[in-house]
């Protein structure tokens, strides 16, 4: 996965149009520069990459428009730096919590604690993280569901953290098929950025019975589904026949 710089001094919003001066530049910290990743976020995740422009991501960091131009180029430039920036933090999170708990567990590991310990990072960061990983957790939902780039966006960030889920889980289900775990890890893609979205979806449908912003309690039910779902196309290929 090729690193963006993030690195890049900042300038402060400019008193005219054109590249900011160096020594300027160097003097201002980050401040502005996170102002365009949240503004960017905040767009993207409410209107689609397609549905956001270059000068309403400055519009709304209050900025000019060459400043997003000069540090993050052009508007899938900048996108790819707004997902990577949290995504990084994410994935290492949910890597780091899966092998402390296969290490915590030798022998003696089971789907439930596994799939916890994978699905707890994204769910706490959108519970304490802020307004800033609810924009981001809504940007991962779209970007999943996205048909033109959302594969490649997807697999360029996520796949190395998902590889080694499956990794771990193929010792859990040694018998598995290569196919069955890869359809339901999935089927568990598509329900964790469908929930971490907050649609507002659940609510409507249960007439208030369950709250799409409950995510404590979605992450529990979450590790019960999916774990299940893991031993059902897994261990039972007769189930394969008759539904097909």
């Not at 802020?130 to 033109?148: D, F």
Request: aromatic share 10%; with cysteine; net charge positive.
């Amino acid at each position: 996965m090729t690193k963006l710089d993030l690195s890049r001094p900042v300038a402060a919003t400019p008193a005219r149009r054109g590249r900011p001066p160096k020594l300027k530049a160097q003097a201002i910290g980050g401040d502005t520069r996170e102002s365009i990743l949240d503004a960017a976020e905040d767009l993207f995740s409410k209107h689609g990459f397609y549905g956001v422009t270059i000068r309403e991501v400055a519009r709304e960091a209050g900025v000019d428009t060459a400043l997003v131009h000069y540090y993050f180029g052009a508007k899938r430039d900048l996108f790819d730096a707004v997902f990577l920036r949290r995504a990084e933090v994410w994935n290492n999170d949910r890597v780091e919590a899966i092998n402390r708990y296969a290490l915590a567990h030798p022998g003696a590991m089971t789907l439930e604690g596994l799939l916890r310990a994978f699905l707890e990072p994204p769910f706490q960061w959108s519970l304490k993280g802020g307004p800033g990983w609810k924009h981001y957790s809504a940007l991962v939902a779209q970007t999943n569901a996205n048909p033109a780039f959302g594969g490649e966006t997807m697999a360029r960030y996520f796949d190395p953290a998902i590889r080694r889920l499956i990794e771990l889980i193929r010792i859990l289900l040694p018998d598995a098929r290569e196919e069955d775990l890869y359809w339901g890890w999935h089927n568990l893609s598509g329900a964790l950025t469908l929930t971490l979205g907050e649609t507002g979806r659940l609510d409507r449908l249960s007439d208030g019975r369950c709250r799409s912003g409950d995510l404590e309690t979605a992450c529990d039910y979450m590790v019960r589904f999916a774990a299940a779902g893991f031993r059902a196309v897994c261990q039972q290929p007769s189930t394969r026949s008759l539904i097909g």
